[in-house]
């Protein structure tokens, strides 16, 4: 039966796997643009194209490195949820 400590847990698991998740994709974007940002107010630049695409680009790199992680990590929530459920129903 689900007890509301074991539904606490499963989404306390659930919650921090998204965290990190989101923490491997967001941040390195997050880091460029704040060196774009620091660039840009020193040379006093103010185009639009200069912050968004390198942004675009190290997220996009990121998610190319980060995949096969990022699945795999997925995939282990899954299957444990799925090994877990014959003793949360009955």
């Known amino acids: 039966m689900v007890t ?9 698991q659930a919650l921090h796997i998204v965290m990190l998740l ?6 390195p974007g997050l880091l ?9 107010a020193a040379t006093q630049i103010n185009e639009q194209t200069l912050s968004f695409l390198p942004r675009l680009l ?3 790199a990121a998610i190319g490195f980060a995949y096969h992680w990022a699945a795999q990590m997925l995939m ?12 949360l129903v009955g």
């Open 22 to 27: 989101v923490t491997v994709l967001v941040l």
């Open 32 to 40: 460029v643009g704040l060196l774009i940002s620091l660039f840009q």
């Open 4 to 12: 509301p400590d074991t539904a606490v847990d499963l989404i306390n």
């Open 76 to 87: 282990d929530f899954c299957v444990s949820i799925f090994e877990q459920a014959s003793h």
């Open 58 to 60: 190290v997220t996009l």
